[in-house]
Nanobody, 126 residues
Framework: QVTLVESGGGSVQAGGSLRLSCTAS????????MGWFRQAPGKEREAVAV????????GYADTVKGRFTISQDYAKNTLYLQMNGLRPEDTAMYYC???????????????????WGQGTQVTVSS
């Protein structure tokens, strides 16, 4: 069992920054693919960024590339999402998620992820 707890959400104006954190606890061994997803009201959940924790290899959705950075503190079992240049369309509930093994080409698909956090709200005003 893996528990994921997100924090760091809030309300900012367009152009601002936020840093989200996700702390993992429990039996995290082999849950090496960690991702951030988001879901806005009335929309499907979409992948934002992913990291393969064993090597630090990352991937980003085109909509956030160059603005968001995913990182980890392996010793603290904590995942981060630094979000710069925020836009109103980034407004959503943000979730972290974990799955076993290599992330692969399916990293943007939600269903393979085994564990999810409760989410943290990000609101960007224009």
């Amino acid at each position: 069992q893996v528990t994921l707890v997100e924090s760091g959400g809030g309300s900012v104006q367009a152009g601002g920054s936020l840093r989200l954190s996700c702390t993992a606890s429990g039996y995290t061994y082999n849950y090496d693919c960690m991702g951030w997803f988001r879901q806005a009201p009335g929309k499907e959940r979409e992948a934002v960024a992913v990291i393969y924790t064993r090597t630090g290899v990352t991937g980003y959705a085109d909509t956030v590339k160059g603005r968001f950075t995913i990182s980890q503190d392996y010793a603290k079992n904590t995942l981060y999402l630094q979000m710069n240049g925020l836009r109103p369309e980034d407004t959503a509930m943000y979730y972290c998620a974990a799955r076993r093994g290599w992330c692969g080409s399916s990293w943007q698909t939600a269903s393979p992820y085994n564990y999810w956090g409760q989410g943290t709200q990000v609101t960007v005003s224009s």
